[in-house]
């Protein structure tokens, strides 16, 4: 078995991939240069028997796990206290209008909360954008992930399949996954875990209540909705509540990121069971995002589209 010391590299992404190439080599014959060359017409069992492993099942061995995987038949079949309910189903978000809209707010949480200078800061530049009837700069516009938690206050239903070990999410909005274990895993260490814009998510049950604990975010290009930025600070608890005869989720939502605002910011939302719906493909294409209004906050089309084009390289 191959292993790789992931503190030693200075790039997750690339330490994965010079691991995965290197534990094939080890583990799969394919791979290897001394076997004889594969003939047109052969039959599948004589490419199957010649491309096999050397053992199956096979085992990742990244640096990164912290125990069985989640779908591992070993951990599913492990006996677990029965759940308080399951979210498998297609869920819709539920939107506020008028009155409602304006006190607790749509897609966007209100009241907003006590900023940091530094939240502040960019919020007020928000301001001014949109006081200019010009977008601020959206990091989705250039496909980034919406991220938590965006990725449940947008329209689109979220579809959610429920296993003992595992929840697993997949948005309408460009098809974004969200994986929220149940097993009981640590938290990957936060020395060689690497960031992102839905975070590590643990869940656990507490009586009729799915708790949610969510950390390890990235630092930049993450918005918590427009005007109100996040990083890498971000602790995200959810706690989620069957209602309605199995019809609704209710989420209780606490934010807390110190870098840019003061104390928890605490918020509800709805999602409601939606049925005869199924999730379908979606994708982000940035150059078709100019097209909408107000897409052009500098001085010119131009500039705007080369600053465009330098995040979504990620420059």
Known sequence: MVKFDLRACTHVRSFLLAAGLHTLVAINPAF?????????????????????????????????????????????????????????????????????????????????????????????????????????LEPTAFCHPAGLPRLQTRVGSLMMLQYPTAIYMVSRLNNEYRTIYLDGRPHIDPA?????????????????????????????????????????????????????????????????DPDHWVGEWKHVRFHDRI?????????????????LPGMTPYESDEIYLQEMRRIGAGQ
């Not at 599948?44 to 199956?56: D, F, G, K, Y």
């Not at 779908?71 to 677990?80: H, I, M, T, V, Y």
């Not at 930025?229 to 971000?234: F, K």
């Open 32 to 136: 290897a240069a001394d076997l004889p060359a594969p003939t047109i017409g052969e039959d599948w069992r004589t490419i199957e028997a010649r491309t096999r492993p050397a053992q199956l099942p096979l085992v990742s061995d990244t640096g990164l796990e912290v125990g069985p995987g989640a779908l591992d038949p070993e951990n599913l079949a492990k006996q677990r206290a029965a759940p308080a309910f399951d979210l498998t189903g297609v869920w819709a978000f539920r939107r506020y209008a008028g009155a409602d809209a304006e006190v607790h707010g749509d897609f966007n949480f209100r009241p907003l909360p006590q900023f940091t200078p530094k939240g502040q800061a960019f919020y007020d530049e928000y301001k001014r954008f949109e006081a200019a009837g010009r977008r601020h």
């Open 192 to 256: 060689i875990r690497e960031p992102n814009y839905l975070g590590e998510s643990m869940g656990h049950w507490d009586g009729d209540t799915l708790v949610i604990e969510s950390e390890g975010f990235i630092g930049e290009n993450h918005l918590m909705q427009v005007g109100v930025i996040t990083g890498e600070q971000l602790r995200i608890t959810e706690r989620i509540t069957m209602i309605n005869d199995g019809n609704t989720l209710m989420f209780e939502y606490t934010f807390v």
């Open 275 to 291: 049925l005869r719906s199924d999730i379908k493909e979606a994708n982000c294409l940035f150059e078709d995002n100019l097209a």
